[in-house]
Nanobody, 121 residues
């Protein structure tokens, strides 16, 4: 089954940057209907979709992160990345990567990572 492992979270000052990575095993990035995404959840808040990228490289971002976050993928390494710049305290959350195959991107993700904490002071 698909396994996802995130890394790159941590503590950063406002205005700083972090790069989150998600390594996917048993998942085909080159599949014509693959979709990869990053989500976040802060204490007491609902989970929010942050960024998504499909097999064609088409991206979609939440309004709250547009212009600051960039999602990309490295098919050769089965890794996708969330580059986060100009971080704000409101970006503090647990960040999760997720993947899906088939259907519209983004859609119903069926494989999730364990999460990595991002804290912006």
């Amino acid at each position: 089954h698909v396994q996802l492992v995130e890394s790159g979270g941590g503590l950063v000052q406002a205005g700083g940057s972090l790069k989150l990575s998600c390594v996917a095993s048993q998942f085909t990035f080159s599949s014509s209907r693959s979709c990869m995404g990053w989500f976040r959840q802060a204490p007491g808040k609902d989970r929010e979709g942050v960024a998504h990228i499909d097999s064609d490289g088409t991206t979609l971002y939440a309004d709250s992160v547009k212009g600051r976050f960039t999602i990309s993928k490295d098919k050769g390494r089965n890794t996708f990345v969330l580059q986060m710049n100009s971080l704000k305290p409101d970006d503090t959350a647990m960040y999760y990567c997720a993947v899906m195959s088939g259907g519209k991107c983004p859609g119903e993700y069926n494989s999730w990572g364990q999460g990595t904490q991002v804290t912006v002071s």
